[in-house]
């Protein structure tokens, strides 16, 4: 049984081929010329498939002759025309290159030559012929793009809006880059639509609809990465030069400098690339946007270059346990993989301390939010809303949500935000007639039944205010993601990676060697590390160097034995 048309809409293809240019272009004769020694010549058939939705690890095709159609399912059991290449074009968007499963079928519309092009073999044509691999790699951005844009896929999630488990699923796939369609079962017709026609109750709620006919009640964001492909199919036997744990700005800019200087690198990332910095919705001073930019458009451009130069991620499964005593390093992982590395670099960073109130963790996902995106502006509209927090994050998010909220409280504990935020955000807090500082306060008591609908909260010196609130914003204190560690590294009192140490000569000059040698903490994570954006990319990028030395001191003995 699949669902109407206005349930789930194919996508449409002259709303993705209206992109002028870029996203579409035409290589001339000479560029293909060009990139005859990275490919193989291939002939398909009319109507022979290329490949199809689902299939993993796809090649990049390029028309030479005939012509190549791109379909997707329509949700009927059929297919739906998005796009035809021509000689000249090319196949594919951001899934082939990261190898995940593609959105998409590829048909020969007439008997078609074709160029076949490797992901090994596009990444050394992107270093020989950058100025062909720039045209090829943004085309390939821009159709992701419009897909998010557009918020279409064979992908829909129904379910309420205010409801935790929703919330995380959109939250999953946004971190993931992956296009889907939200039908809230608050308020959205269609939703009650595709429950009746797929005999879904509401116990079974947030359901997640694929392609129009597998249906997946309340899925894990594990199950979600199996059932979109988006989890990377392991070798546990493989030993990775170097294994990045969390994907935040310090992972992400480790994983690119370590993939672009040729070192075998996987990262592993609980949900998805953006780290704390994912749940800003713009970071104005980070060098090079002087119009600001999203914590989680930052990471997704991130991710890309990481992947371009061939660094893998495993995603929706947290690093569970870290086996320092053995060479190489183990590291388990909560779904139950092994992953083997030479070398460590320890960026999980931290996490906004919870409120220590009676309640408050019954209202997690229900009310009270630690990001301010535009997954929970959405339920802010025209309503008041609380912010806590005296840092840029909680300026960022108070500034955000006063553009769709009616009135925004921001609560802090201290006497202002001069000796904790960035002036142009403190600037802008005092001007803004939609927020209002509350100084030396403090949440006191939350109310509600299944949903949050009270805040009150005392001020020094005066008498307690209570409002009708549904969304609170913590964004309080820094509480290290150094669990998994078990006593693994030395850790300050507070629980954040020491580092600094040296070991025989090869750490010399680096700050990021923990006490293990070959194992690395960079980022919110490590001591005395300042907490910026900048400076955790910084640290990152900085970091590589000291993995070339530990690498390259860890093969000198077995040089030597075999030198004997």
């Not at 490919?39 to 022979?48: I, K, L």
């Not at 990049?60 to 074009?89: C, K, P, Q, W």
């Not at 750490?507 to 070959?518: L, Q």
Request: proline share 3%; charged share 20%.
């Amino acid at each position: 049984m699949m669902v109407s048309d206005r349930s789930i809409r194919p996508f449409i293809s002259s709303e993705l081929r209206d992109i002028p240019g870029d996203a579409f272009p035409r290589l001339t004769s000479e560029m293909l010329i060009g990139m005859h020694g990275f490919g193989c010549h291939e002939d398909f058939d009319g109507g022979e498939y290329l490949y199809r939705v689902g299939d993993r690890g796809v090649d990049l095709f390029f028309v030479l002759e005939g012509s190549v159609d791109i379909l997707e399912n329509d949700g009927r059991g059929g297919h739906g025309l998005v796009a035809t290449h021509e000689a000249g074009e090319f196949t594919g968007e951001l899934d082939h290159l990261s190898g995940r499963a593609v959105l998409f079928c590829a048909k020969a519309n007439v008997p078609t030559k074709v160029l076949r092009v490797s992901h090994e073999r596009f990444r050394q044509l992107v270093s020989a012929q950058p100025e062909i691999g720039d045209i090829i790699l943004r085309a390939l951005i821009l159709r992701r793009a419009r897909l998010l844009a557009f918020s279409e896929g064979g992908t829909v999630v129904v379910g309420s809006c205010r409801s935790g488990d929703t919330l995380r699923i959109q939250t999953f796939l946004e971190r993931n880059g992956y296009p889907y369609r939200c039908l809230d079962t608050d308020d959205d017709v269609d939703a009650q639509e595709a429950l009746d026609t797929f005999h879904v109750d509401a116990a079974s709620l947030p359901i997640v609809i694929v392609n129009g006919i597998d249906v997946l009640p309340k899925p894990s964001n594990r199950q979600l990465a199996e059932s979109l492909g988006i989890a990377e199919h392991l070798n546990p036997a493989q030993v990775h030069d170097v294994v990045v744990v969390g994907a935040g700005p310090s992972g992400l800019a480790a994983a690119v400098y370590a993939a672009s200087e040729g070192l075998d690198t996987m990262v592993i990332e609980a949900i998805g690339p953006g780290g704390q910095a994912g749940t800003s919705s713009r970071i104005e001073n980070y060098l090079g946007f002087p119009m600001g930019i999203s914590g989680q458009d930052l990471a997704r451009r991130a991710q890309i270059q990481a992947q371009k130069f061939g660094a893998r991620f495993i995603v929706a499964e947290a690093a569970w346990r870290l086996d320092c005593t053995c060479d190489p390093f183990a590291l388990h992982l909560d779904g139950g993989s092994l992953v083997l590395a030479r070398s460590v670099v320890v960026a999980t960073g931290a996490r906004y301390r919870r409120l220590a109130i009676p309640g408050a963790q019954s209202f997690e996902g229900r009310g009270i939010h630690y990001a301010a995106t535009p997954i929970e502006a959405n339920l802010c509209a025209e309503s008041e809303v609380v912010v806590v927090g005296g840092g840029n994050s909680a300026g960022q998010a108070a500034v955000f949500l006063s553009g769709v909220a009616r009135h925004v409280h921001l609560l802090v504990r201290g006497e202002g935000l001069a000796d904790t935020m960035s002036d142009y955000l403190v600037r802008r807090i005092d001007q803004s007639s939609r927020i209002t500082l509350h100084t030396r306060s403090e949440i006191t008591s939350l109310d509600g039944e299944e949903y949050l609908s009270r805040v009150r909260w005392r001020s020094h010196g005066s008498a307690d205010v209570e409002r009708e609130i549904s969304n609170l914003f913590l964004m309080i204190g820094a509480v290290p993601n150094t669990d998994w560690l078990d006593g693994c590294l030395e850790l300050d009192k507070t629980g954040f990676v020491k580092t600094g140490f040296q070991h025989d000569g090869w750490s010399r000059g680096t700050s990021y060697a923990t006490s293990v040698p070959g194992i690395f903490a960079v980022g919110d994570v490590r001591a005395d590390s300042v907490k910026r954006v900048a400076s955790g990319v910084g640290e990152g990028s900085v970091v590589v160097q000291s993995v070339h030395r530990w690498l390259a001191s860890a093969k000198e003995p077995s040089a030597q034995a075999a030198a004997e």
